[in-house]
């Protein structure tokens, strides 16, 4: 199975936003990701959702919102309105995790539980059944361009082998340091989704990027 790619558009041109926007309408990108920072869960701001209303409406990709913010079940009404397929909240933003996941799917959309990467993954066995998608950050969320941190690769046989003996259907995506060759190792691990910025939006032919993760 072909791997869902999810170009991230942190690393996009703000100010030429319609343009790259364009270019993923035009690529083989299957969901277009999306990183809500506070400045509080991480150490950056990115955009919010009068910003996002507006490239919400320049796609009909699926949006993969990854909420990389505190108390993030405040938003679920924000999201939604959006019209994004999936909300992805942090383990450690939230106390009640559980009660989110199902706020999450009573709104409409698919819940999916992103974990930090010094989170280890039996953090999700009470919630695995639960969550349509697990999100592995292989990176430290709040930049893109960062290096990948290598044990994400182990990380994600270790969820693999989770969701197997549990019987859950969850997804697999990993976000951060994705490029053609650590996504070739991610997808040998068990992946199914791969986010990807900075290789995107830095390369000379980012839709020649795209279609190179797509065929890993
Ligand atoms: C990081 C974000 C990522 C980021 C990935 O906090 O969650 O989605 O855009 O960027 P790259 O692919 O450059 O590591
Ligand atoms: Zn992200």
Request: with cysteine; charged share 20%.
């Amino acid at each position: 199975m072909k791997p869902i790619i999810a170009p991230s558009i942190l690393s996009a041109n703000f100010a030429h936003l319609a343009k790259d926007m364009e270019m993923i309408n035009r690529s083989e990108a299957d969901w277009v990701h999306i990183d809500v920072m506070d400045g509080v869960f991480v150490p950056n701001i990115s955009f919010g959702f009068p910003v996002l209303k507006f490239v919400a409406e320049l796609t009909d990709k699926p949006l993969d919102v990854h909420l990389m913010i505190v108390n993030p079940e405040k938003f679920i009404h924000e999201v939604k309105a959006l019209g994004a397929y999936t909300m992805n909240v942090h383990v450690e933003a939230c106390t009640h995790l559980h009660r989110v996941v199902q706020q999450i799917r009573e709104a409409g959309m698919k819940p999916a539980v992103t974990i930090n990467p010094a989170t280890p993954v039996a953090v999700l066995n009470d919630i695995i059944r639960d969550v349509y998608m697990i999100l592995v950050m292989s990176v430290n969320p709040g930049f893109g361009g960062q290096a990948f941190i290598e044990r994400s690769v182990e990380k994600v046989s270790e969820l693999r082998e989770l969701i197997d003996k549990t019987g859950s259907k969850a997804l697999i995506e990993v976000d951060g340091g994705v490029n053609p060759e650590t996504g070739a190792r991610l997808v040998a691990a068990g992946a199914d989704v791969l986010v990807a910025g900075s290789v995107i939006f830095a390369h000379k032919d980012p839709e020649q990027m795209i279609r190179d993760l797509k065929g890993l």
